[in-house]
């Protein structure tokens, strides 16, 4: 009699051990799959929201592997935001891996910045693999662009305001001030790029679009051939001669890319190749969303005078 | 009688219908309150979006969308630490693959094609002693695989996959299923449940299909324990991740028990048990460590229990802001607790007089070490060592490699092996010894369309 009372007592206390803690309640724990919108979720979060990002600033995002520490991450997260048009299409993965129903697609807790975002590099024709790791979708690396910043915290808001309804004005709040702060810096950054306004630049890898339309740059090219596929002997030599008939300045590299390549080219066509903030943390000092922006802004100013 | 049942009867249910009644009310009131406080949320934003101009304004970006999915207005999400019963409670689907619009397919779809091939000695194609046993000397579609993989509804995955390969010499490609399963992933209490024919986590590599593996063959331990095609079986696996500071998965599974090699049974009656437990280390941001143990247990065809052990151990260590893994040490090892049946011919007379009931311990283990200094080359080497589990004798093998990748879609291998046994685990054939065998191996895999992303 004693035995089956001593079985069931050590399941129920095993499982009591196993539930989710109560104290955790306090706070919405949010995963981000990008740096970028951890940033974007801390301030529009602000002291309502815990964050953790899946991947670092200085890693390429199309090909993030997916780690039990990821799993580890989500399993605790009420929330899990994701940027969506198949930049981490690895989260799901990791989201399986996770035995957490709260983030599961479809899931109230699963948000995806995307919506309402106006794509840039969306293809109109038919598209393959021929043509490298291309979206059909779009451009999926539109996070630092500060113009979409509305957008993409609206979007965190109205995910967020989904579990805790009673902190929406709180969000709402957040997020207002934030954009104002943003607003300003805007402004300031505008003044800075304007005497290069209509400059042509280089990048390794087509991430950098929207940041460069904002701000009214010109991409004449990709290092890679096609997106992440490696550039040919042939393309580096078409690059090169283009870099010199259109009188390109830089050679936008992410920290993960072949900076000594570029810096090959750059030096064969008399142009300039620098690591660039391609998501928050990527480089030094670009600790968090602004600072992001922020450090693109003077070095691209600075490298194109 | 009968008239005094129903009235007693009459009586109780009058008792109990109240309070039901009452709670139902209640609930109904606190659901009524909390959309009335959405509403008033949602009225409140909208008044003061209408009486303030855009906080910024972009020259490029459209004005905010509004709410990307609305308020839940039927099931509210649970709030964290909510009871086991809101947890199982059905969800609404809010957004499933919002992106894709009318006439786009609902799941993913991925085609990978797997071509090996090897060259030998002849006394060993003689013996079909080679590691492609059968097809040696030879270049063929291994395994060619679809893959049909995607939500179900907010609560389940299903993932399908059939494949066609050569299997022998000459012969006719035949389609069959790979695996059909499907994950319940909003189960309570960190567990997930996953049903149906699927490659059974055991161990590290056994869930891995041919043309995912991070070496051309599987590696002698597993094919000698577990056959060539693996452990993969039909039945249920159930997975917990404790809400712990570390990482931890545990498993357990009830299957058929089909593995001819290994069990063979083949019958829920007397069902194979699986079970699991995986952990994960991270040492910094640059090295990683994922360790797990596994067991397996059940009946052969000779009804007599077979019971496998198995230990695994990855390490990656990954240089910061690298694409890939400079460094990836893999091992695993088996450890077989096999009873057999041995019949004796005590008089020599040609007729059985006695079956006597034995215990075979088998061991066997690889580890490999690859090195990837640049982003489309990697070289490795794994080394194998193994006894058989039912039969004498014992193999060991090294075997070197480099890979190419022309892009991530795409894949080139190149291997030497060289093997040596004590015994074959299969008399030779054809006059063919197979106990020395020398082997160029090579692969060519292509991946179309979709394809899940790679776990550690």
Known sequence: ?305 | MRARALVVLVCFVGLLAPPAVAQEAEALKKEIEQLRKQLESVTERLRRLEAQPAPVTPRLAPPPVPSPTGPPAMAPPPPPGASLTELARPRQPFSLYQQRGAGQLLFDIGIAGDFVGNITQSNVEKAQGGTFAGQENRFFPREVELSLFGQVDPYAYAEVRIETGEEARGQELGVKLAEASVTLLTLPLGTQAKFGQMRNRFGYSNMIHEHDLPWIDRPNVLRNFLGGEGLKEKGVEVTIVPDLPFYLEGLAGVFDGDNETAFGRGTLRVPLFTGRLRTFLELGDENAVQLGMSVASGETTEKQRDTLLGWEGRYKYRPDGWLHPLVTVTGEAIYSLRRVLVEADTDGDGIIDRITKREKDRFGWYAGAEVQPFRRWAAGVRYDWSEFPATPGKERSVEPYITFWPSEFLRFRLAYKNTDRTHRETPDLNDGSAKRVDEILFQGTFILGAHPAHPF
Not at chain 1, 234 to 251: D, N, T
């Open chain 1, 1 to 305: 009699m004693r035995r089956p009372r001593l079985v069931v007592g050590s399941i129920l206390m095993t499982l009591a051990l196993l539930a989710p803690g109560t104290e955790a309640a306090k706070k919405l724990r949010v995963v981000a799959t990008i740096p970028d919108l951890k940033s974007l979720t801390e301030a529009v979060g602000g002291d309502l929201v815990e964050v953790d990002a899946l991947t670092r600033g200085t890693q390429n995002f199309h090909e993030a592997e997916v780690r039990p520490s990821m799993m580890l991450k989500l399993r605790r997260a009420d929330a899990l935001i994701e940027n969506g048009v198949e930049l981490d299409a690895w989260a799901d993965v990791a989201v399986l891996g996770a035995n957490n129903p709260n983030i599961v697609r479809g899931a109230a807790g699963r948000i995806e910045i995307s919506r309402g975002i106006s794509l840039l590099e969306v293809p109109s024709t038919r598209v393959d693999r021929s043509m490298g790791d291309v979206h059909p979708l779009g451009n999926p690396h539109f996070s630092l662009d500060p113009g979409l910043a509305p957008i993409i915290t609206q979007n965190i808001v109205d995910g967020l305001a989904r579990l805790s309804p009673d902190d929406r004005a709180v969000l709402e709040s957040n997020r207002r001030a934030f954009l104002e702060r943003l607003d300003r810096e805007m402004a300031r950054w505008n003044k800075i790029m304007e005497p290069v306004r209509g400059a042509k630049v280089i990048a390794y890898h087509p991430d950098v679009i929207y940041f460069l339309t904002r701000f009214g740059l010109v991409q004449v090219g990709t290092l890679e051939d096609r997106p992440g596929i490696p550039p040919s002997p042939q393309h580096l030599v078409q690059i090169i001669r283009l870099i010199k008939a259109e009188g390109v300045k830089v050679i936008l590299v992410e920290p993960w890319n072949d900076l000594k390549l570029a810096e090959r080219v750059a030096a064969e066509a008399g142009a300039k190749a620098f690591v660039f903030a391609s998501a928050v943390g990527a480089v030094k000092g670009a600790d968090n969303y602004i600072s992001a922006i922020e450090f693109n802004v003077t070095a691209l100013a600075q490298a194109l005078k």
